[in-house]
């Protein structure tokens, strides 16, 4: 396994031995170290025979969780979350967030507001001191398909920086979310931005769904380091 993998694992790994107990409503995140999330969650659950009731925040979340034969539930039946524990896209210094690399952002966030916590779990590259120091491939913006073009020059027009439709591989087409959106990435921007107000600002133009911009949302961070360490942050 390669040391970002391993990363991935052992951050995950601990999140939920720390966070996760008997009776838990548990908010699974989307991406590739949430994997080993559940992974991890569904060996406790055998081991320890724990009663743990997962809330997916996407389709691959969905299938995660049933592929490990954990109990699904969601919102209308669960809508209070014990812990949410999911993956970002870089955490900086604050523990603001940004998400949606899978495009899975509405839904992530969703869960995570219902949530009593959220927990980040990241490997080593994921964390920085201000947004945008780590991750180049912009914040993602999930908007309607009828207003990406005037949402991406709007932002474009105030903000600077170059904001594109997020194409599917090979070009086939748009990449359409699970909600049946476009996501836009926004790269190019100022780091130093104010991303409390930034983010407001840009949720207020009217097509915009939401932001990648988790802003104040994840109470604590675990991030597998290269030599084998995690580092946890609050
Ligand atoms: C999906 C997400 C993921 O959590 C984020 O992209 C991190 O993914 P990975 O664990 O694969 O690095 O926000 O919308």
Known sequence: MSSLETAKKIAARKAVDNHVSNGNIVGVGSGST?????????????????????????????????????????????????????????????????????????????????????????????????????????????????GYVPIKNKIEKKYGGSVSLRMAVKKAGPVITDNGNFILDWVDYKSTFDWPNVNLDIIQIPGVVETGLFIGIASKAYFGMSDGSVKEQI
Do not use: W
Not at 58 to 71: D, E, T, V, Y
Not at 95 to 116: D, M, P, T, Y
């Open 34 to 146: 949430i994997v080993y999330a559940v992974e991890r969650l569904s060996e406790r659950v055998k081991q320890e025979n724990l009663d743990v009731v997962c809330v997916p925040t996407s389709f691959q979340a969905r299938q995660l969780i049933l592929s490990n034969k954990l109990k699904l539930s969601d919102l209308d039946t669960h809508p209070e979350i014990d812990v949410t524990i999911d993956g970002a896209d870089e955490v900086d210094s604050n523990l603001n967030l940004i998400k949606g690399g899978g495009g899975c952002l509405l839904q992530e966030k969703i869960v995570a507001s219902c949530s009593k916590s959220m927990v980040v779990i990241a490997d080593y590259t994921k964390n920085s001191q201000c947004l945008g120091e780590q991750y180049k491939k912009g914040i993602p913006i999930e908007v309607s398909p009828l």
